[in-house]
């Protein structure tokens, strides 16, 4: 099982960006899947989750409305689409897997998720 997040990069406040998780090794589809980021020195946050049992979305607060997670089954892909960036937003994201079915209360913590990809650098100048 692997995961490949591409897509980070440097952009004005207001901006968007698209991210990409590519999965190898299992079909995405199948599993819960979900966004974390992290800040230098803080702890990983959640972002934004797909649970595998009803293929609900789940959204943290901060991000609600302006980001969108989905995904892209012929490319066994995960996307998050992040609309009006602000400089809060800047943080390496990760990607997340899980081939359990997690109940909602479990699809923001990062411990419900056994493989982790590699992370790209998201960064938002104001």
């Known amino acids: 099982v692997q995961l490949q997040a591409s897509g980070g990069g440097l952009v004005q406040a207001g901006d968007s960006l698209r991210l990409s998780c590519v999965a190898s090794g299992f079909t995405s589809n199948q599993w819960s899947m979900a966004w974390f980021r992290q800040t230098p020195g803080k702890e990983r946050d959640f972002v934004a989750a797909?649970?595998?049992?009803?293929?609900?979305?789940h959204y943290a607060d901060s991000v609600k409305g302006r980001f969108t997670i989905s995904r892209d089954n012929a490319k066994n892909t995960i996307i998050l689409q992040m609309n009006s960036l602000k400089s809060e937003d800047t943080a390496v994201y990760y990607c997340a897997a899980s081939p359990q079915r997690i109940i909602t209360s479990q699809a923001r913590r990062g411990d419900s998720y056994s493989y982790w990809g590699q992370g790209t650098q998201v960064t938002v100048s104001s």
């Open positions: 797909f649970r595998r049992s009803d293929l609900s979305t």
